[in-house]
């Protein structure tokens, strides 16, 4: 998977690793156990609402004709349930934080970033999230955006195509995520 191979690729890099949409945890309990079996010792951080969408950011892209029935997908979580997940899949040491990543407090978000999973589905929180995020990725770092192909309902593509035109770069895709790297 492209997200575990950005993990090895960026292991010399400092900073922790952020995964904002963790949903239930298991892409972080399979890739925190790889990096321990690495002997990879950056922390994991995972970020989610655990209750779904936010309201106003699934009605600006709702006003543009996204599916509804995805509406309260994602829903039926908690941060207790997501731990529960990771401690029994290899996450033990997977820091879990709950908010909106578009107004979580500054301090509740490392200094520093060396990889990034950012897989939040909608236009408005891909594109806030990169303005918060990239700024904090260290040298040699990679910020994955997922589900930017164009077969679902997600709207993540519009989100990371907006904040690359503000940086004056052109996206560039693989297996259907984007990807921005620094240095
Ligand atoms: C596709 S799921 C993540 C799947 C997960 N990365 C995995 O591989 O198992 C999308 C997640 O984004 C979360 N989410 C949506 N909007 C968010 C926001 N503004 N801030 C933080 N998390 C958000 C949802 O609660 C949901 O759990």
């Given at each position: 998977m492209l997200w575990q191979q950005t993990l090895i690729e960026t292991m010399s890099v400092g900073g922790d690793v952020v995964e904002v949409?963790?949903?239930?945890g298991g892409t972080a309990a399979v890739s925190a156990r790889m990096m321990r079996n690495l002997g990879d010792d950056r922390q994991y951080r995972v970020y989610d609402?655990?209750?779904?969408?936010?309201d106003r950011h699934w009605a600006l892209d709702a006003a543009k004709?996204?599916?509804?029935?995805?509406?309260?997908?994602?829903?039926?979580?908690?941060p207790r349930l997501t731990r529960w997940v990771l401690d029994r899949h290899g996450g033990k040491n997977v820091e879990i934080h709950q908010g909106d990543i578009t107004s979580?407090?500054?301090?509740?978000?490392?200094?520093?970033?060396s990889a990034c999973l950012l897989d939040v589905d909608l236009t408005e929180p891909i594109y806030l999230g990169l303005k918060r995020l990239h700024p904090r990725l260290g040298d040699g770092g990679i910020i994955l955006i997922d589900?930017?192909?164009?077969?679902?309902?997600?709207?993540a593509k519009i989100g990371y195509e907006r904040y690359l035109a503000e940086l004056g770069k052109s996206p560039t895709y693989k297996y259907g995520m984007g990807i921005l790297r620094k240095g």
């Open positions: 949409g963790c949903y239930l609402t655990f209750s779904g969408f936010t004709g996204i599916f509804s029935g995805a509406r309260d997908d994602f829903s039926s979580n908690s979580l407090p500054d301090s509740a978000l490392p200094a520093r970033i589900d930017c192909d164009d077969k679902g309902w997600y709207r």
